[in-house]
């Protein structure tokens, strides 16, 4: 079982890209913040503890995802995307024990997605998701609310807002970009500052071969 890795900051682009992944590739995506979402969504105990530290744009404690993630991670048996985890070295180490113990389980590419943060600022202010199945829209070139690929409804995150956003922004600098040390030389840049055609492009070129 291949994972690859997303490390961006928030509004780089994983979610899309990690959509466009899980359809035209062999991997299934896993989304911390679409699996901590449904928590808050379904009133379950740890939704009820979680919310506010969403809302606030800080990180939820590493044994929540330990526990959201593992659950997911144990019903997978195909190759996966990580979108959102690890976000802090306990978390990264976590996901190397399960490389470790696992013969089947490969960290195979890290992929760290660069966007200038004006950029990200924009984005987020016009970002919509679907609060069933996770895909991200823009408000402004959607024809009406409803999810293209589910049917469900399109909402605006909570914490999607620019005073949170530059909250979660310094949260990714703290404790999330550091890993990309951690990683060395797996590490993969690309640039989500053009077109979502050229992010694909590139993302394509990386993923030759495993379709
Ligand atoms: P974005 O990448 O736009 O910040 P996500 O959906 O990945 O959005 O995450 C939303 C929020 O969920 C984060 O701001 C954080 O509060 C929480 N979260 C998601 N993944 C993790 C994680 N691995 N560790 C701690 N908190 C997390």
């Given amino acids: ?3 690859i890795i997303l490390i961006a900051a928030p509004a780089a682009g994983k979610g899309t890209i990690s959509k ?7 991997y299934k995506h896993i989304s911390t913040g679409d699996l901590l979402r449904k928590e808050i969504k379904n009133n ?15 990180l939820v404690g590493d044994d929540i995802i330990k526990e959201v993630f593992g ?4 019903k997978t048996k195909s190759n996966i995307i990580l ?3 690890p976000r802090t070295l ?3 180490k976590m996901l190397d024990e399960l490389d470790e113990e696992n013969d089947n389980v490969e960290i195979s590419k890290v992929i760290h997605i660069d966007i200038d943060k004006e950029i990200a600022v924009e984005r987020i202010e016009n970002r919509i998701i679907c609060e069933n199945c996770g895909s991200v829209f823009n408000k402004k070139l959607v024809k009406d609310l409803k ?5 469900d409804n399109l909402i605006s995150r909570n914490d999607d807002n620019k005073e949170t956003f530059l909250d979660r922004y310094d949260t990714f600098l703290k404790e999330t970009k550091p890993l990309l040390d951690y990683y060395g030389d797996k590490v993969i840049t690309i640039y989500n500052n053009s077109t979502l055609e050229d992010i694909f492009k590139n993302v394509d070129e990386l993923l030759k071969g495993d379709e």
């Avoid at 466009?20 to 062999?26: A, V």
């Avoid at 379950?44 to 800080?58: A, F, P, Q, R």
């Avoid at 659950?71 to 144990?74: D, S």
């Fill in 71 to 74: 659950k997911e991670f144990n």
């Fill in 44 to 58: 379950t105990e740890i939704g009820k503890e979680i919310k506010s530290i969403l809302d606030k744009g800080s």
């Fill in 83 to 85: 979108d959102g985890i």
């Fill in 90 to 92: 306990a978390q990264a």
């Fill in 1 to 3: 079982m291949k994972c």
């Fill in 20 to 26: 466009y992944i899980e359809d035209k590739y062999n």
């Fill in 147 to 151: 999810c293209t690929k589910c049917g």
